[in-house]
């Protein structure tokens, strides 16, 4: 059984940074994609960024793009999230998310495992 745990949110101020940590136990973690979703109360889920099966491709939401890094160690079987420049719209529920493919994919009905979750508020 595939389990999926973040950590790593919390209460910063406009323009600080953050890192986002995500472990996935229960099978291989170095094949397959990892991803990291967002959602902001009253809103849809959100595409924030994914990095595949070996670190081979990246892909970045238009919203984080230049600001946020997907990095995985595949030695620690974590995959980290660096938000820098963080903006008051980027408050949210960030979700971790694997797949049983290698490849990356931006819609998350295409992640079948998923973490519970954690927060990460910022003030203005």
């Known amino acids: 059984q595939v389990q999926v745990g973040e950590s790593g949110g919390g209460l910063v101020r406009a323009g600080d940074s953050l890192r986002l940590s995500c472990t996935a136990s229960?099978?291989?973690?170095?094949?397959?994609?990892m991803g990291w979703f967002r959602q902001a109360p009253g809103k849809e889920r959100e595409f924030v960024a994914a990095i595949g099966g070996g670190a081979i491709t990246t892909d970045y939401g238009d919203s984080v793009k230049g600001r946020f890094t997907i990095s995985r160690d595949d030695a620690e079987n974590t995959v980290y999230l660096q938000m820098n420049s963080l903006k008051p719209e980027d408050t949210a529920l960030y979700y971790c998310?694997?797949?049983?493919?290698?490849?990356?994919?931006?819609?998350?009905?295409?992640?079948?495992?998923w973490g519970q979750g954690t927060q990460v508020t910022v003030s203005p």
């Open positions: 998310a694997t797949r049983s493919v290698p490849w990356i994919a931006r819609y998350d009905h295409e992640w079948p495992y």
């Open positions: 229960g099978r291989s973690f170095s094949r397959y994609a």
